[in-house]
């Protein structure tokens, strides 16, 4: 889904959980919620469910029946890696004005194509 090869690896553990379908309404870590703020409508906030679960948009179309284009796939994950690596940079940097712009849902990433 990227221009570098990136390896997944199916656990048994991701075979529970898809199984149960416990990613539909799986609770999303307190430290993540702000995430939702910058995924509006319903299916893009079943992309951050599943991505944070899974860590791939590998089979997201067939575990959830939601049809979805690969290409926007890819930019809803760029989104949403863009927005983790730039919290967790603010958070060691200690830069808890950008911390809190992030969690705010005020924050302004630069876009990449």
């Known amino acids: ?3 570098t090869h990136e390896v997944f690896i199916w656990t048994p553990e991701m075979d529970l959980v898809f199984i149960s379908g416990d990613f539909f309404d799986h609770p999303v870590h307190r430290e993540k919620e702000y995430l939702f703020k910058y995924f509006d409508s319903k299916l893009q906030r079943q992309f951050v469910r599943y991505f944070l679960l899974f860590r791939s948009p590998r089979n ?4 959830t029946g939601l049809r979805v284009q690969p290409l926007w796939l ?9 927005l983790e690596a730039a919290h967790a940079a603010a958070k060691k940097s200690f830069d808890t004005e950008k911390v809190a712009l992030i969690e705010q849902g005020k924050y302004k990433a630069r876009k990449h194509g």
Do not use: Y
Not at 60 to 63: I, K, W
């Open 1 to 3: 889904m990227s221009s």
């Open 60 to 63: 997201f179309t067939d575990h």
């Open 74 to 82: 890819r930019k809803l994950r760029k989104k949403l890696n863009a």
